[in-house]
């Protein structure tokens, strides 16, 4: 039985104090011991070290939301996945449709932080979605599997073991446009087939997480969908009653 995990992405908000005060009622709401779903933050780069001393010891696990794909070197600006590790991160969101879109990053590009972060012990959220323009012109399903194969064919289908994949649709991340729970639950399934046809051990046990617009009004239907097995939450993470009430659905 796959476990639900609900991972919040804070991006680039928040400050210091706000963030604190965030990971404090986190750490209040989702104290329960008899929590089924696992949760977690990707919190901004500075606020590692705030959220590694606040959270040790709790319910929520955390990480980041990029890294480099290099180990160590003349990289201005970049962090490594050993970084990450010496803050206690767990995990960490790599191909976010923002960083391939604004920072360009590819396919290539994204497998190899990915890569790098299995080598280093994180587990890689692994985001594919297609744009609305792609949706619109009946490509999608090719476009998320070229995203897969990317990753496959670098890192190999036995990796996904120990990854997440969240399928992120462009058109529907920070526009209030949930997909519906029927639309989501059909790209999950085409990605579990997708990797079943590599290895079907490895597509039944795998962490499919939806992500765009996911809120306290429609997480529970979402997250009912065979194939859904929680969510990336992006602006509602930033609330901590919304986060919290996202992750009691997914209990
Ligand atoms: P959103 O963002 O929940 O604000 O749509 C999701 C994401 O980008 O991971």
Known sequence: MRKK?????????????????????????LSEPENKASYAVCVPYPYLTLTQSKLRGSAIKWGAQNVSQYEKGAYTGEVSVSMLNDFGCEFVIVGHSERRMLYGESNKMVAEKYLAAQH????????????????????????????????ISLAGVDSLADAVIAYEPVWAIGTGKTATPQQAQDIH???????????????????????????????????????????????????????????????
């Open 120 to 151: 280093a012990g994180l587990i890689p959220i692994l985001c594919v979605g297609e744009t609305l323009e792609q949706r619109d012109s009946g490509t999608t399903k090719q476009i998320i599997d070229e995203q897969l194969k990317a990753v």
């Open 5 to 29: 995990l609900v991972a919040g992405n804070w991006k680039m908000h928040g400050n210091l104090k706000e963030n604190e005060a965030l990971l404090g009622a986190l750490i209040a709401g």
């Open 189 to 251: 399934h085409f990605i579990r087939l997708t990797i079943a046809q590599q290895n079907a051990e490895i597509a039944s046990d795998l962490t499919i997480l939806y992500g765009g617009s996911v809120k306290a009004n429609n997480a529970a239907e979402l997250f009912v969908m065979p194939d859904i097995d929680g969510g990336l939450i992006g602006g509602a993470s930033l609330v901590a009653e919304d986060f919290i009430a996202i992750c009691q659905a997914a209990n």
